[in-house]
Antibody, heavy 130, light 106 residues
Framework: EVHLVESGGGLLQPGRSLRLSCTAS????????MGWVRQAPGKGLEWIAF??????????EYAASVKGRFTISRDDSKSIAYLQMNSLKTEDTAVYYC?????????????????????WGKGTTVTVSS | DIQMTQSPSTLSASVGDRVTITCRAS??????LAWFQQKPGKAPKLLIY???SLETGVPSRFSGSGSGTEFTLTISSLQPDDFATYYC????????FGQGTKVEIK
C-alpha cells in the first residue's frame, strides 16, 4: 500500500529554521515527482513546493510566498523528500502535507509534462509563534 | 497566476440529494483539473483528475465534467460519508486550489 509519512513539525519562534521529512513507501519513489502543500488553520490549501524526478534533473518550483526561504530536495536512495524552511514567519503556521505527483505527458509540437497530486500524507503541524 | 473560483462556498443538502459544485478558472486550463475531498482533521483525497476521470476506488456517484474554464463536480446521490469540503485544483501552470465548498447536512 502506498504511504507518505511527514515528520519534523513543531513549535518555534519567528526567524528560526526547520526541516520537514516525507518518507515514502509502497512505490518506487524515484519514479515520481513530489511536492508540499500547506493549510493554515481554518483556511484552504496552498501549494508551496515541487521537485521533479532525477531523470528530469530534479529541478524545483516554488510558490512566491516561500521562494527564497524554503528549499525542497529529495533522496531517492532513502525514499525521502525534504522541505527546508528558513526565516520562518508567523504566517507559515500550517499543517504541511507531502504529495506525490502523477505525471501526464502530452505532445503538442513538443512534449509537455503536467502533474496532478494523487497521494497525500497525513500532514505535520508547524506553529511559528513568539 | 491562474485563479480558481468555486461556488457555492457552502452547500446544505440531505442524504440522497443530487449535488453540484462549480469551479471556474481565470484562463483556459483545458482539462487539467482535479477535485479533492477533505474531511476535518484529515488530508485531502483525490476524487477526479483530468476533469472527468474517476480515481481508482472512488464511488461512481462522483462525476466531473467541463473543459476550458468551467467545471463541475456532481454527487448523484449524497451519502452520509460525503459531508466534507471539496476543492478544485488546476495543474496547467503550477497548482492552484479553489477556496473550497463545504457540503453540510441540511
Amino acid at each position: 500500500e502506498v504511504h507518505l509519512v511527514e515528520s519534523g513539525g513543531g513549535l518555534l519562534q519567528p526567524g528560526r529554521s526547520l526541516r520537514l521529512s516525507c518518507t515514502a513507501s509502497g512505490f518506487t519513489f524515484g519514479d515520481y515527482a513530489m511536492g508540499w502543500v500547506r493549510q493554515a488553520p481554518g483556511k484552504g490549501l496552498e501549494w508551496i513546493a515541487f521537485i521533479r524526478r532525477e531523470v528530469y534533473g530534479g529541478t524545483t518550483e516554488y510558490a512566491a510566498s516561500v521562494k527564497g526561504r524554503f528549499t525542497i530536495s529529495r533522496d531517492d536512495s532513502k525514499s525521502i523528500a525534504y522541505l527546508q524552511m528558513n526565516s520562518l514567519k508567523t504566517e507559515d503556521t500550517a499543517v504541511y502535507y507531502c504529495t506525490r505527483h502523477y505525471q501526464v505527458s502530452e505532445y503538442i509540437s513538443d512534449w509537455n509534462y503536467y502533474y496532478y497530486m494523487d497521494v497525500w500524507g497525513k500532514g505535520t503541524t508547524v506553529t511559528v509563534s513568539s | 497566476d491562474i485563479q480558481m473560483t468555486q461556488s457555492p462556498s457552502t452547500l446544505s443538502a440531505s442524504v440522497g440529494d443530487r449535488v453540484t459544485i462549480t469551479c471556474r478558472a481565470s484562463q483556459n486550463i483545458n482539462n487539467r483539473l482535479a477535485w479533492f475531498q477533505q474531511k476535518p482533521g484529515k488530508a485531502p483525497k483525490l476524487l477526479i483528475y483530468k476533469a472527468s476521470s474517476l480515481e481508482t476506488g472512488v464511488p461512481s456517484r462522483f462525476s466531473g465534467s467541463g473543459s476550458g474554464t468551467e467545471f463541475t463536480l456532481t454527487i448523484s446521490s449524497l451519502q452520509p460519508d460525503d459531508f466534507a469540503t471539496y476543492y478544485c485544483q488546476q495543474y496547467t501552470t503550477y497548482w492552484t486550489f479553489g477556496q473550497g465548498t463545504k457540503v453540510e447536512i441540511k
